[in-house]
């Protein structure tokens, strides 16, 4: 293995194998830590953690051992990937995260570049746009569990780390891979903000890159990385000979972004549609049992089932229920719905939502999967490598508004399918 990536969740480290897969490495995704060393022919390996939400403490520990199982795997640099939003809060893990690892790997400036110019996300004098807003103004504002109220991506890690944290303006990005290793070459302890506003400055700071035992960043840093190992690699692309799964499939949409919810309305004017309430859910009115059999009686009419409300709906049922008590079950009903659907033959599953993804892929107990077909810019079909089991693990902003049915299309045929206007 060449090349090891950490991702804090899961829809993220399917964004950063899939933009591997595309630069031409073989790349594998693992669920988890590993227990087992690495298949022969995995040049990149990514460890999705679900760890951006958990407690410091938590996530370094993490984080920790999948960089030692990582480099036990022959990796040469270690990517530390978390989302293009820059999701933390003040307290939050990603300084935390990656002045450990940096330590671990024995790495004194450390390039920070949340930029992913494809996906609306650019750093531009230190501060985080997504769409052509600041991050404060967007829909990140309002986010349930990570609020981004602040775009300068320099002040917000200063709250995280006891590093100096420096910046590279985008002039010097500009000018070229050359200019950026200059300026990357100072003494001191650092993390160091770097600025992109095209995909052509990604690739400029992954070559400058070369040579580093650490970067951070999301998945936009990884566009040149493959190319820095070009020498060592022998495969000339990066994806599994796509095998998609026959028959219906169910979308789950946990996330309450602004994307993810108008494509929920958009999916619902013609499918079947089950949305969960929150108060109903924590009394038990509603729950897992009754939500996965509504699912199986339409399943040929690809359902979705979705608690993707209004963040100040979400805000008030956190308020009356308590935040974490909310989160937890909500989660937890997906998984369970989730394997019961699997249990009854289902083998195409979307997720949308990073948290609701990631406790779906671990509720499930998948170890591994394989990289396939990208449905939209940053998400990729992934296969489970054990049972066959297809999946689109969308972050929340991604995708168009029309990504549910593109997604189930891509994961496989559904034979005799009509839709059917839902009820």
């Known amino acids: 293995m060449l090349l090891g990536c950490i991702g804090d969740d899961f829809t993220g480290s399917s964004d950063i194998a899939n933009t591997l897969a595309q630069g031409g490495m073989r790349a594998t995704l693992y669920c988890g830590i590993p227990e087992q060393p690495a298949a022969e022919g995995v040049e990149a390996g990514i460890v999705a953690l679900k760890s951006r939400t958990e407690p410091v403490e938590d996530a370094v520990g993490k984080s920790l051992a999948a960089a030692d199982w990582l480099i036990g795997q022959g990796c040469r640099q270690i990517v530390f990937k978390y989302c293009s939003t820059f999701d933390s809060t003040k307290k939050g893990n990603i300084g935390p995260v990656a002045q450990a690892l940096a330590k671990r790997l024995g790495e004194d400036r450390v390039i920070v570049c949340p930029a992913f110019p494809a996906t609306g996300r650019s750093v531009y004098q230190g501060h985080l746009f997504v769409g052509g807003m600041l991050l404060s103004e967007s829909g990140m504002r309002d986010h349930p569990l990570t609020p981004m109220r602040d775009p300068d991506i320099r002040r917000w890690l200063s709250h995280q780390t006891d590093w100096r944290v420096d910046h590279i303006d985008a002039a010097t990005v500009f000018a070229g891979q050359e200019a950026i290793r200059d300026a990357l070459d100072v003494p001191g302890r650092s993390m160091v903000v770097v600025d ?17 035992k650490l970067v951070t960043g999301g998945s936009g840093i990884a566009l040149a990385l493959p190319e820095n190992f070009r020498d060592r690699s022998d495969n000339s692309t990066g994806y599994a000979d796509w095998k998609g799964a026959a028959g219906p499939g169910v979308v789950l949409s946990g996330s309450c972004s602004q994307a993810t919810r108008g494509q929920v309305r958009r999916y619902i004017g013609d499918h079947p549609a089950f949305e969960i309430d929150i108060d109903a859910l924590m009394s038990g009115t509603q729950h897992a049992g009754h939500i996965a059999d509504w699912l199986l009686a339409r399943v040929d009419a690809l359902p979705i089932v979705y608690s993707s409300a209004d963040p100040a709906r ?32 289902v083998r195409k599953i979307v997720t949308a939502g990073g948290e609701t993804s990631g406790a779906v892929v671990e509720g ?3 170890a591994r999967l394989e990289i396939g077909p990208e449905i939209a810019p940053g998400v990729p079909a992934v296969r489970d490598t054990d049972t066959g089991l297809c999946l689109a693990l969308k972050s929340g902003n991604f995708g168009q508004p029309d990504f549910f049915s593109k997604a189930l299309d891509a994961l496989g045929e559904t034979p005799g399918h009509e839709q059917r206007v839902g009820t």
């Open 364 to 366: 499930l107990g998948i």
């Open 314 to 345: 979400v805000n008030e049922a956190q308020q009356r229920h308590g935040r974490d008590e909310t989160a937890a079950r909500i989660e937890q009903t997906f998984v369970d719905v989730a394997r019961t659907l699997v249990e009854n033959g």
């Open 196 to 212: 992109a506003v095209r995909n052509e400055d990604l690739v400029a700071i992954g070559r400058a890159a070369a040579g580093r």
